[in-house]
T-cell receptor, first 109, second 116 residues
Framework: GQNIDQPTEMTATEGAIVQINCTYQ??????LFWYQQHAGEAPTFLSY??LDGLEEKGRFSSFLSRSKGYSYLLLKELQMKDSASYLC??????????WGAGTKLIIKP | GAVVSQHPSWVICKSGTSVKIECRSL??????MFWYRQFPKQSLMLMAT?????????EQGVEKDKFLINHASLTLSTLTVTSAHPEDSSFYIC????????????FGPGTRLTVT
């Protein structure tokens, strides 16, 4: 079966760095997405990785290792507004998104 | 660019009635739209994939006669929840994919449905 694993909840301090991991087992791979979702709102796109390596976009970076079935989202200089759920999703061979359960990130002052 | 709207943003209806939710791609043509449902503290659950001009493909366990999907144009898909029950109360989110793109989906803001 297809499976996406990510931690349920993480806590970090304002101004610090946090890394949210995601491991996956899917039938085929056409890219991995990270989305941010605030409570009561729809997900918003953060990043897309299809090749191995690190993609940096401002305070957020995303890393992918296809051979390990592993990705992480790195958030730097954490701000209170970064408190949200972070969803990892993999596009399988049918170009369908397989979603992780999300990681709730709590930022403390 | 790539804006997707949903209407209504929230709706309360009585048990047994039907509710229609619209999903529109405002500045691009979407050959494929997706309908998701999300219960509190859970991840997105894909309900169906809707391709313009053809019947929707429903995920296992989703009743196609209860959740009617119509994708009549390249910018509009509708989800009708028929004979709604309290257990249908959820957050319904649509997303759309660019014509010719196999990558990113753009999400609408979601519709909060409460069935009393």
């Amino acid at each position: 079966g297809q499976n996406i694993d990510q931690p349920t909840e993480m806590t970090a301090t304002e101004g610090a760095i946090v890394q949210i991991n995601c491991t996956y087992q899917t039938s085929g791979f056409n890219g991995l997405f990270w989305y941010q979702q605030h409570a009561g709102e729809a997900p918003t796109f953060l990043s897309y990785n299809v090749l191995d390596g690190l993609e940096e976009k401002g305070r957020f970076s995303s890393f992918l290792s296809r051979s390990k079935g592993y990705s992480y989202l790195l958030l730097k200089e954490l701000q209170m507004k970064d408190s949200a759920s972070y969803l990892c999703a993999v596009m399988d061979s049918n170009y369908q998104l397989i979603w992780g359960a999300g990681t709730k990130l709590i930022i403390k002052p | 660019g790539a804006v997707v709207s949903q209407h209504p943003s929230w709706v309360i209806c009585k048990s047994g009635t039907s509710v229609k939710i619209e999903c529109r791609s405002l500045d691009f043509q979407a050959t494929t739209m997706f309908w998701y449902r999300q219960f509190p503290k859970q991840s997105l659950m894909l309900m169906a994939t809707s391709n313009e001009g053809s019947k929707a493909t429903y995920e296992q366990g989703v009743e196609k006669d209860k959740f009617l999907i119509n994708h009549a144009s390249l910018t509009l898909s509708t989800l009708t929840v028929t004979s709604a029950h309290p257990e249908d109360s959820s957050f319904y989110i649509c997303s759309a994919r660019w014509q010719g793109s196999t990558e990113q989906q753009y999400f609408g803001p979601g519709t909060r449905l409460t069935v009393t």
